[in-house]
């Protein structure tokens, strides 16, 4: 079955660059059936949607984090990223990848990689 | 986007049902079938239960289901077991692609 991996820096300073990606298996990013799908936790807090992006390199992401996230999709190395940018304590969160869809079922994230704490800090 | 509505908490007892609300608005919850519901147990990844507001994905048991009215969603838990405590969260498509969670629902099994 389809598995997902994030991996990247757990501890970021502030005002940098955060970058990590999704390694799946079982699977392809290539496929024109599903979209991957970037989503994060603050500790203790609920779940936020950050974006999806499809295989053809498409995106959509959450207008609430203005203009600083970008997604892309690898298709040699079967992996989508996310970079998102100026950093604050408030980015503070696990991050999560998931396989998104299929087609136009939006909303429906499944399965879900194990997640990646980031933490934003001097 | 704003994130939908969800009660706090709930809680109920063995053997009992429960009911999540998820209160939305007409540019999304009210406006399109596309309401997904999400498990999550402690320090774990979430877990989908619930998609298209009623459909269940292979495995989930049919003691949950989800149905929703007008602007409103809602999961309902029946015969409760100590498994189920854990936080639920709704997520509606919002238009343009884009998808909004609600706030969460922390269920204690008494």
Same mark, same amino acid.
């Given at each position: 079955q389809v598995q997902l991996q994030e991996s990247g820096p757990g501890l970021v300073k502030p005002s940098e660059t955060l970058s990590l990606t999704c390694s799946v298996s079982g699977? @392809?990013? @290539? @496929?024109?059936t599903y979209y991957w799908g970037w989503l994060r936790q603050p500790p203790g807090k609920g779940l936020e949607w950050i974006g999806n992006i499809y295989h053809s390199g498409r995106a959509y992401y959450n207008s609430s984090l203005k203009g600083r996230v970008t997604m892309s999709v690898d298709s040699s190395k079967n992996q989508f990223s996310l970079k998102l940018t @100026?950093?604050?304590?408030? /980015?503070?969160a696990v991050y999560y990848c998931a396989r998104a869809g299929p087609? /136009?079922?939006?909303?429906?994230?499944?399965?879900?990689?194990?997640g990646a704490l980031v933490t934003v800090s001097s | 986007q704003s994130a939908l509505i969800q009660p706090a908490s709930v809680s109920g007892s063995l053997g009992q049902s429960i009911t999540i609300s998820c209160t939305g608005t007409s540019s999304d919850v009210g406006n399109y079938n596309l309401v997904s519901w999400y498990q999550q147990h402690p320090g774990k990844a979430p877990k989908l239960?619930?998609?298209?507001?009623?459909k269940w994905p292979s495995?989930?048991?049919?003691r949950f289901s989800g149905s929703k009215s007008g602007n409103t969603a809602s999961l309902t838990i029946s015969g409760?077991?100590?498994?189920?405590e854990a936080d639920y969260y709704c997520c509606s498509y919002a238009g343009s692609s884009t998808v909004v969670f609600g706030g969460g629902t922390k269920l204690t099994v008494v």
């Open positions: 699977g @392809s990013v @290539s @496929s024109s @100026s950093l604050t304590a408030a /980015d503070t087609y /136009d079922d939006y909303g429906l994230f499944d399965p879900w990689g194990q | 239960m619930i998609y298209d507001v009623s495995g989930v048991s049919n409760l077991q100590a498994e189920d």
